[in-house]
T-cell receptor
Framework: KQEVTQIPAALSVPEGENLVLNCSFTDSAIYNLQWFRQDPGKGLTSLLLIQSSQREQTSGRLNASLDKSSGRSTLYIAASQPGDSATYLCAALNAGGTSYGKLTFGQGTILTVHP | SAVISQKPSRDICQRGTSLTIQCQVDSQVTMMFWYRQQPGQSLTLIATANQGSEATYESGFVIDKFPISRPNLTFSTLTVSNMSPEDSSIYLC????????????FGEGSRLTVL
């Protein structure tokens, strides 16, 4: 059974700092790994999707890496801004499953960027 | 991507009643799913909504409690039946667009509070 863990659970940083959020998964047989952002009381916004054959994906100030063999993914946020404050979730989709949408989610990292 | 609209966005319900949540997508999608997010928790897949046939439920979720319909490629409903306070959660619709890269997109969610 896939298990996804995110460290740290919460992070508070001053504006402008570069930061790294960590995600680990127990079963390396994944189809892809996706990073989401969730604002309080809201739905999820997809940030980056990394296919199992890829090593990293970039979108603006965000860069996500994937190391399947070690069961790890990181989300790097450059030059953080107060608007980046949210909960960040990573989710793994296992290969070979019958349910394409059965993502296993981590518990999330609550990020606060203060001015 | 896909634009996903959920109704209602939030509701306060009485114990023992039922509520139907609607999910409308602006384009045809290959797959639709319903997730639950209990307070302070991450997301759990309830079921896959299958067009024109019965939904596929995950372990711990049953049709009598969470009946689901999907009459066409862009619309689905989830009913939470005979509600109890333990059903207080955010319910989220998610889809895989027809481009089918495996990336999931989520609606804004429906926040239910059961008194």
């Amino acid at each position: 059974k896939q298990e996804v863990t995110q460290i740290p659970a919460a992070l508070s940083v001053p504006e402008g700092e570069n930061l790294v959020l960590n995600c680990s998964f127990t079963d390396s047989a994944i189809y892809n790994l996706q990073w989401f952002r969730q604002d309080p009381g809201k739905g999820l916004t997809s940030l980056l999707l990394i296919q199992s054959s890829q090593r990293e994906q970039t979108s603006g100030r965000l860069n996500a890496s994937l190391d399947k063999s070690s069961g790890r993914s990181t989300l790097y946020i450059a030059a953080s801004q107060p608007g980046d404050s949210a909960t960040y979730l990573c989710a793994a989709l296992n290969a070979g499953g019958t349910s394409y949408g059965k993502l296993t989610f981590g518990q999330g990292t609550i990020l606060t960027v203060h001015p | 991507s896909a634009v996903i609209s959920q109704k209602p966005s939030r509701d306060i319900c009485q114990r023992g009643t039922s509520l139907t949540i609607q999910c409308q997508v602006d384009s045809q999608v290959t797959m639709m799913f319903w997730y639950r997010q209990q307070p302070g928790q991450s997301l759990t897949l309830i079921a896959t909504a299958n067009q024109g046939s019965e939904a596929t439920y995950e372990s711990g979720f049953v049709i009598d409690k969470f009946p689901i319909s999907r009459p066409n490629l862009t619309f689905s409903t989830l009913t939470v039946s005979n509600m109890s306070p333990e059903d207080s959660s955010i319910y989220l619709c998610s889809v895989v667009p027809a481009s089918n890269t495996g990336e999931l997109f989520f609606g804004e969610g429906s926040r239910l509070t059961v008194l």
